[in-house]
């Protein structure tokens, strides 16, 4: 009970404690007010600043510049708008959506009165043929491509249509492209080429170096111990200076098709 007693006898004390120390703070400012008035100055001042530079002649935009690679459609509204009063992201994600094939968009203002597109291309990783060659990136985009992408890995084995300049999802361009970048980091290929990868079958994959030697292999979680294999192979096949059509590595020992 004592316990009990001390706890309310502690509520009132409290209470008053905070009013004591606002009544001091309040004392405190009206002694000293020149942080308040400071304070409402800078405000006051920043305020006006921004004012004028909303109504300025001086910031109305003259120029709009872009990347000379990009082709985007810049709103002629834009030109004699305050650069200030702009939205620039809601510009970007515009622009965004006149070129999806673009990784990333940004506008920034160049002071007094432009505003410049900075714009990412997507790079792509491999090609498909889809009626013609299309690039496609590590996150799956298709983008066109200027030529036909020969230095390109060809990727094949796709049953989906794969859309233009948005993230596609078929679960056998995803195998392909994870096998894709493992391929890449794996010293088994050496100073070989990765010409074509084909997923038709992700239990068995194949893979074509230099144009030459296909590779088969079984689906993608045996994939490490393979390319150890093939990686062995290799340098018995380079050290015999024998040349081979394919070489598969489904078995405990590789069987190999020695070129003709």
């Given at each position: 009970?004592?316990?009990?007693?001390?706890?309310r006898?502690r509520g009132?004390?409290?209470i008053l404690?905070?009013?004591?120390?606002?009544?001091?703070?309040?004392?405190?400012?009206?002694?000293?007010?020149?942080?308040i008035?400071?304070?409402?100055?800078?405000?006051?001042?920043?305020?006006?600043?921004w004012?004028?530079a909303?109504?300025?002649?001086?910031?109305?935009?003259?120029?709009v510049?872009a990347?000379?690679h990009?082709?985007?459609?810049?709103?002629g509204?834009?030109?004699?708008?305050?650069?200030?009063a702009?939205?620039?992201?809601a510009?970007?994600a515009?622009?965004s959506?006149?070129?999806?094939?673009?990784?990333?968009?940004?506008?920034?203002?160049?002071?007094?009165?432009?505003?410049?597109?900075h714009?990412?291309r997507?790079?792509?990783?491999a090609?498909v043929?889809?009626?013609?060659?299309?690039?496609?990136?590590?996150?799956?985009?298709?983008v066109?491509?200027?030529?036909?992408?020969e230095?390109?890995?060809?990727l094949s084995?796709?049953?989906?249509?794969?859309?233009?300049?948005?993230?596609n999802?078929?679960?056998?361009?995803?195998?392909?492209?994870?096998?894709?970048?493992?391929?890449?980091?794996?010293?088994?290929?050496?100073a070989?080429?990765?010409?074509?990868l084909?997923v038709?079958?992700?239990?068995?994959?194949?893979?074509?170096?230099?144009?030459?030697?296909?590779?088969?292999?079984?689906?993608?979680?045996?994939l490490?111990?393979?390319?150890e294999?093939?990686?062995?192979?290799m340098?018995?096949?380079?050290a015999?200076q024998?040349?081979?059509?394919?070489?598969?590595?489904?078995?405990?020992?590789?069987?190999?098709?020695?070129?003709?």
């Amino acid at each position: 009970m004592a316990k009990g007693k001390r706890s309310r006898a502690r509520g009132p004390g409290l209470i008053l404690g905070i009013w004591k120390a606002l009544a001091a703070s309040v004392r405190w400012f009206w002694r000293h007010p020149q942080p308040i008035i400071l304070a409402f100055v800078v405000a006051a001042s920043g305020s006006a600043l921004w004012q004028f530079a909303l109504r300025s002649d001086a910031f109305a935009i003259t120029a709009v510049r872009a990347p000379a690679h990009v082709d985007l459609a810049v709103p002629g509204s834009l030109i004699g708008r305050n650069v200030w009063a702009v939205d620039l992201g809601a510009l970007a994600a515009d622009f965004s959506r006149q070129q999806p094939t673009l990784k990333r968009v940004r506008v920034t203002r160049e002071l007094p009165n432009v505003l410049r597109i900075h714009a990412i291309r997507r790079v792509p990783l491999a090609r498909v043929l889809l009626g013609t060659w299309y690039g496609i990136d590590a996150e799956g985009v298709l983008v066109p491509l200027e030529d036909d992408g020969e230095r390109l890995v060809r990727l094949s084995g796709f049953e989906r249509v794969l859309k233009l300049g948005q993230p596609n999802t078929d679960e056998r361009l995803v195998v392909a492209l994870r096998v894709l970048q493992r391929l890449r980091r794996h010293p088994a290929l050496g100073a070989r080429t990765l010409t074509e990868l084909n997923v038709s079958d992700p239990a068995q994959i194949r893979f074509v170096m230099d144009g030459l030697t296909e590779i088969r292999c079984g689906g993608e979680g045996d994939l490490d111990g393979q390319l150890e294999q093939l990686r062995a192979t290799m340098r018995v096949l380079t050290a015999q200076q024998v040349g081979a059509s394919y070489i598969d590595l489904r078995f405990p020992e590789p069987v190999i098709g020695e070129a003709t």
